[in-house]
């Protein structure tokens, strides 16, 4: 159980409309990289991860990528704000429009609609910890291509936060995976499942 605290993780005021950069943004609200399949991914591995620090890790993770959905939706939302119908067509941005209008809708840039197939969920403690860290590598790129299109500091300084965050996010899955291999005793790590398997785990030491 959560508590929602009303109010977004790093202040988004957006001044100026751009339907054309919110197009693109609005991958990483619906895209495969993006945060809704990053909060469904870790929130959905960690039931079965076999050790509680890496329960926690992934609960943690997912929870403030919920918080990042929200910001990027914001993002979108606040870019796409009080448009003309000739601001539309100009942008490229009719297609969407006809759509959903200004709604936000996860998808990616491409206009491919999310789906559960573009994240895994294997059930194996290393698989599921290797796929974590490679999301959020596969974020932050996203992140730098969508700053190469970016002039409008009011744009730059939010997608800035979130593209450190997956930083974050990387090293933390990265001690996730150290917890895991210190935890078995085993040099061959991929000799079994520790979710799955019965396998012995190293005591700690006291």
């Known amino acids: 159980m959560w ?11 957006i001044k100026n409309p751009n339907p054309k950069l919110a197009k693109i943004i609005c991958t990483q609200y619906g895209g495969a990289d993006g945060e809704l399949g990053a909060s469904l991914r870790y929130l959905s591995q960690r039931f079965s991860m076999p050790f509680p ?8 993770i997912g929870t403030e990528e919920l918080a990042h959905l929200e910001m990027v939706g914001t993002i979108v939302y606040q870019l796409t704000r009080n448009l003309t119908p000739e601001e539309i067509e100009k942008a490229g941005f009719a297609d969407y429009f006809v759509d959903h209008t200004t709604g936000v809708y996860p998808q990616a840039a491409g206009g491919f609609p999310y789906s559960a ?22 974020a932050r ?12 500091p009011d744009v730059i300084d939010p997608i800035r936060f979130l593209r450190e965050r997956e930083i974050v996010h990387y ?5 996730g995976l150290r917890i895991a291999t210190d935890k078995l005793d085993s040099k061959n790590f991929y000799a079994f499942n520790p979710s799955f398997d019965k396998c012995e785990v190293k005591k700690d030491k006291k």
């Open 117 to 138: 197939a573009s994240m895994q969920v294997k059930g194996d403690t290393i698989t599921d910890l290797h796929e974590d860290m490679a999301a959020e590598q596969k």
């Open 3 to 13: 508590v929602y605290e009303k109010k977004l993780e790093y202040p988004i005021r």
């Open 171 to 175: 090293q933390r899955f990265g001690e």
């Open 53 to 60: 620090e890496l329960k926690a890790i992934l609960t943690d």
């Open 141 to 152: 790129t996203t992140y730098d291509n969508i700053l190469r299109f970016c002039d409008d």
